[in-house]
C-alpha cells in the first residue's frame, strides 16, 4: 500500500518544482522589465559626440594674448639699506618691461573671418594671435587679429582676421528654444589650461541665470569648463552655438561642474552691434526702476501682483517725453507682460535706438497708455543719472513715526543733500529695532514722497498717513533718495 502514496508524493513534488520554476521566470521578467534600458537606447543620448566634434571643430580657435608689463614693481623696501641682499633685489625690480601672455578660445561666425570671444580674453592685449584646428583646410599659421569692437557689459568681443581662402564657421541656434532645454546634451570646445581643441560634453543645468551684470542671461552647464575655455562656443547637438563659455563656478579655480555660457539670444545682438558700429547701441528708456515687493501690493491702487517695474525716478529724456512719471508702475512695454526690473531692462536694451514703443503703466488705479521714443543709453545716462555721494545732514529732528525721526530741508541743508529746500523730509535717525531699519533705511536718506505724493514739510507726511490709514490700507509707499539713487519702499502702517 505504499506504492501509490510514493507516486502521489512524486507527483506532488513535480508539481511544486514546476510552480517553482514558473515564479523564478516570471519574476526574471519583472526584474529586467523593472530595470532602466542600455544607456544606448535611451532617447535623445548620443552614443558618440565624435561626428559633432569633428565638423564644428575646424571653427574653433585658440587665442593667444601677450601685454607688456612693467618689472618695476618687484618688491620694495623689503631689504634695509646696505644690505647684502640690496643688490640683489634691485636687479629684480630693476629688470624693465618684458611681455605677459595669456590664453582663451574663440570660434569663427563668418567665412571673412569675423570671431566671437570673451572680451576678458584680449582686453589690454597689445597683440592677439588666432591658433586654427590643424587641418587641410585651415590656415597652418598663426594670424594676428584685431579688435573689432568690445562690450564690457556681456563680456563678448568681436575680433577679426584676414585669410586668402574662405573660412569654415559655425552659425548661432536660438538658446531659448526646443534645443535648449534643461536637460539638453551639449558640448564645449576650447582651449582649457592650453589644451588647445579640448572636447566637453554634458546637459544643460538651468537657464537664465544672473550672475552680476545688467544684461546676464547665462546657461548653467555640467559640461567641463575650465580657464582658458573662455570665449569657446557651447554647442547643441545640432552643431549650433547657444551660448559663449565665460564663467566657471569653483572653490578651487577648476571645473566642478557648475559652468556658464552667455547665452546666444544676447550675443547675437550684441555681435551684430560691433560688426556694424564697432560699439553696442542699446535702447534707453531713461528711468530708474526697481521691483514691485509684496509688501507693495496694499500700498499701491490698483496693483494686483507683485509684478512689474517700479519707475523711482524720471530725469530729462525718453520716458519723461512721453509722460512717464515716478510712482508709474510698468506693467506692459512693447506688448510684453513686465515681470521683473531685469526683464524690463532686457528688452529695452535689445530694443533699437529710437524705436517707438507702446508702454501701459499703472497709476493711480488706471492703467495708461503711452509711447516713448527710445534713447541710447550710452551717451545718455551718464548725463541723466550723473553720480552723487552721500550726505549726512546734522539738522534737528521735528517728527518721529514709523520708527523713523524726519526733519524738514532747510536751505543750508539743502545744497549738501543734493536737493532744494522744501523738496521732501531728512532722516535724522531710525530706530534700530523697526522695520524702517530692517528695510535699509538710514539717516541722511531724504524722503521725497509718501502715497505716490510729494513732501515738502511735515504737515505733508502726517496728511499721507491719515489717508493711508482712512483708505484701510496696510503700508505707506515712501520714495526714497540717496545721493543719486532713488528706490521705493513700502511701511507699514498698522500695529
Given at each position: 500500500?505504499s506504492?501509490p502514496?510514493?507516486?502521489t508524493?512524486?507527483?506532488?513534488?513535480?508539481r511544486?518544482?514546476d510552480?517553482v520554476?514558473?515564479?523564478?521566470?516570471?519574476?526574471?521578467?519583472?526584474i529586467?522589465?523593472?530595470?532602466?534600458?542600455?544607456?544606448q537606447?535611451?532617447p535623445?543620448?548620443?552614443?558618440?559626440?565624435a561626428d559633432?566634434?569633428e565638423?564644428?571643430?575646424?571653427?574653433v580657435?585658440?587665442?593667444?594674448?601677450?601685454?607688456v608689463?612693467?618689472s618695476n614693481?618687484?618688491?620694495?623696501g623689503?631689504?634695509p639699506?646696505?644690505?647684502?641682499?640690496?643688490d640683489?633685489f634691485r636687479?629684480?625690480s630693476?629688470?624693465g618691461?618684458?611681455?605677459?601672455?595669456?590664453?582663451?578660445?574663440?570660434?569663427?561666425?563668418?567665412?571673412d573671418g569675423?570671431i566671437?570671444?570673451?572680451?576678458?580674453?584680449?582686453e589690454?592685449?597689445?597683440?592677439i594671435?588666432i591658433?586654427?584646428f590643424p587641418?587641410?583646410?585651415?590656415p597652418a599659421?598663426?594670424l594676428?587679429?584685431?579688435?573689432v569692437?568690445?562690450?564690457?557689459?556681456?563680456?563678448?568681443?568681436?575680433l577679426?582676421?584676414?585669410y586668402?581662402?574662405?573660412l569654415q564657421?559655425?552659425?548661432?541656434?536660438?538658446s531659448?528654444?526646443?534645443?535648449?532645454?534643461?536637460?539638453?546634451?551639449?558640448?564645449a570646445?576650447g582651449n582649457p589650461l592650453?589644451?588647445?581643441?579640448?572636447?566637453?560634453?554634458?546637459?544643460?543645468?538651468a537657464?537664465?541665470?544672473?550672475?552680476?551684470g545688467t544684461y546676464?542671461?547665462?546657461?548653467?552647464?555640467?559640461?567641463?569648463?575650465?580657464?582658458?575655455?573662455s570665449?569657446g562656443?557651447?554647442?547643441?547637438m545640432?552643431?549650433?552655438?547657444?551660448?559663449?563659455?565665460t564663467a566657471?563656478?569653483s572653490?578651487n579655480?577648476?571645473?566642478?561642474?557648475?559652468?556658464?555660457?552667455?547665452?546666444?539670444?544676447?550675443?547675437?545682438?550684441?555681435?551684430?552691434?560691433l560688426?556694424?558700429?564697432?560699439?553696442?547701441r542699446?535702447g534707453?528708456?531713461?528711468?530708474?526702476?526697481?521691483?514691485?515687493?509684496p509688501?507693495?501690493?496694499g500700498a499701491?491702487?490698483g496693483?494686483?501682483?507683485?509684478?512689474?517695474?517700479?519707475?523711482t525716478?524720471v530725469p530729462e529724456?525718453?520716458?519723461?517725453?512721453?509722460?512717464?512719471?515716478?510712482?508709474?508702475?510698468i506693467?506692459?512695454?512693447?506688448?510684453?507682460?513686465?515681470?521683473?526690473t531685469r526683464e524690463l531692462?532686457?528688452i529695452?536694451?535689445?530694443?533699437?535706438?529710437?524705436?517707438?514703443?507702446?508702454?501701459?503703466?499703472?497709476?493711480d488705479?488706471?492703467m495708461?497708455?503711452l509711447v516713448?521714443t527710445?534713447g541710447r543709453?550710452?551717451?545718455?545716462?551718464a548725463t541723466?543719472?550723473p553720480?552723487?555721494?552721500?550726505?549726512?545732514?546734522?539738522?534737528?529732528?521735528?517728527?518721529?513715526?514709523?520708527?523713523?525721526?524726519?526733519?524738514e530741508?532747510?536751505?543750508d541743508m539743502?545744497e549738501?543733500?543734493?536737493?532744494?529746500?522744501?523738496a521732501g523730509?531728512?532722516?535724522?535717525?531710525?530706530?534700530?529695532?523697526?522695520e524702517?531699519?530692517s528695510?535699509?533705511?538710514v539717516?541722511?536718506?531724504?524722503i521725497?514722497?509718501?502715497?505716490?505724493?510729494?513732501?515738502?514739510?511735515?504737515?505733508?507726511?502726517?496728511t499721507?498717513?491719515?489717508e493711508?490709514?482712512e483708505a484701510?490700507?496696510?503700508?505707506i509707499?515712501?520714495?526714497l533718495?540717496?545721493g543719486g539713487?532713488a528706490?521705493f519702499v513700502?511701511l507699514?502702517i498698522?500695529?
Amino acid at each position: 500500500m505504499s506504492q501509490p502514496y510514493v507516486q502521489t508524493r512524486s507527483l506532488a513534488v513535480d508539481r511544486f518544482r514546476d510552480w517553482v520554476a514558473v515564479l523564478c521566470v516570471g519574476l526574471a521578467l519583472a526584474i529586467v522589465q523593472a530595470l532602466p534600458a542600455p544607456a544606448q537606447d535611451l532617447p535623445n543620448r548620443p552614443v558618440t559626440f565624435a561626428d559633432l566634434a569633428e565638423r564644428v571643430s575646424p571653427a574653433v580657435v585658440n587665442i593667444t594674448t601677450s601685454t607688456v608689463v612693467s618689472s618695476n614693481t618687484g618688491p620694495q623696501g623689503i631689504v634695509p639699506d646696505g644690505s647684502p641682499f640690496e643688490d640683489f633685489f634691485r636687479d629684480f625690480s630693476d629688470r624693465g618691461p618684458r611681455r605677459a601672455s595669456a590664453l582663451g578660445s574663440g570660434f569663427v561666425i563668418s567665412a571673412d573671418g569675423y570671431i566671437v570671444t570673451n572680451n576678458h580674453v584680449i582686453e589690454g592685449a597689445d597683440e592677439i594671435e588666432i591658433e586654427f584646428f590643424p587641418g587641410a583646410d585651415q590656415p597652418a599659421e598663426l594670424l594676428p587679429a584685431e579688435v573689432v569692437g568690445t562690450d564690457p557689459n556681456t563680456d563678448i568681443a568681436l575680433l577679426k582676421v584676414t585669410y586668402d581662402e574662405p573660412l569654415q564657421f559655425v552659425e548661432f541656434g536660438d538658446s531659448t528654444g526646443d534645443g535648449s532645454r534643461v536637460g539638453d546634451w551639449v558640448m564645449a570646445m576650447g582651449n582649457p589650461l592650453g589644451q588647445g581643441f579640448s572636447v566637453s560634453a554634458g546637459i544643460i543645468s538651468a537657464r537664465n541665470r544672473e550672475l552680476s551684470g545688467t544684461y546676464d542671461d547665462y546657461i548653467q552647464t555640467d559640461a567641463a569648463i575650465n580657464q582658458g575655455n573662455s570665449g569657446g562656443p557651447l554647442f547643441n547637438m545640432d552643431g549650433q552655438v547657444i551660448g559663449v563659455n565665460t564663467a566657471i563656478l569653483s572653490p578651487n579655480g577648476g571645473s566642478i561642474g557648475i559652468g556658464f555660457a552667455m547665452s546666444s539670444n544676447v550675443v547675437v545682438n550684441v555681435v551684430e552691434q560691433l560688426r556694424e558700429f564697432g560699439e553696442t547701441r542699446r535702447g534707453w528708456l531713461g528711468v530708474r526702476i526697481q521691483d514691485v515687493t509684496p509688501d507693495m501690493i496694499g500700498a499701491v491702487d490698483g496693483l494686483d501682483a507683485a509684478r512689474g517695474a517700479m519707475v523711482t525716478d524720471v530725469p530729462e529724456g525718453p520716458a519723461m517725453e512721453a509722460g512717464i512719471d515716478s510712482g508709474d508702475v510698468i506693467l506692459v512695454f512693447d506688448g510684453v507682460e513686465i515681470a521683473d526690473t531685469r526683464e524690463l531692462v532686457n528688452i529695452v536694451g535689445n530694443s533699437p535706438v529710437g524705436k517707438e514703443v507702446p508702454v501701459t503703466v499703472l497709476r493711480d488705479g488706471d492703467m495708461v497708455d503711452l509711447v516713448v521714443t527710445l534713447g541710447r543709453r550710452e551717451t545718455a545716462e551718464a548725463t541723466a543719472f550723473p553720480s552723487g555721494d552721500d550726505a549726512t545732514p546734522d539738522g534737528p529732528a521735528e517728527g518721529s513715526y514709523l520708527g523713523l525721526t524726519l526733519s524738514e530741508i532747510t536751505e543750508d541743508m539743502a545744497e549738501e543733500l543734493g536737493v532744494a529746500a522744501g523738496a521732501g523730509l531728512v532722516i535724522t535717525a531710525v530706530e534700530p529695532s523697526s522695520e524702517a531699519a530692517s528695510k535699509g533705511l538710514v539717516e541722511g536718506d531724504v524722503i521725497t514722497e509718501a502715497g505716490q505724493q510729494k513732501l515738502s514739510a511735515l504737515d505733508d507726511f502726517e496728511t499721507r498717513l491719515d489717508e493711508a490709514q482712512e483708505a484701510g490700507r496696510e503700508s505707506i509707499l515712501l520714495l526714497l533718495r540717496r545721493g543719486g539713487d532713488a528706490r521705493f519702499v513700502a511701511l507699514s502702517i498698522t500695529d
